[in-house]
């Protein structure tokens, strides 16, 4: 699948990345590869566009719940 070879190195490998979540029928399908490689892409926005490197991926709630950014961005679109 083309999602395991994907790396993040600047913004137009994260915007090929939110181009195939538009794919509704190929995320539900492949969804788990997904939600991996949008938190690798938050990761790497943090990291190296934003330099935040204290920030733990995927975040956690203060019950100790992981908190899924996949499908909060899912909420959103």
Known sequence: MITRAMEFNDFTDCKSLLDMIDNREFVFKYKHEFEGKFEEMVTWFLNVKLGISSTHIPPFAPD????DLYTLQEIQV
């Open 64 to 67: 100790n719940r992981r908190v």
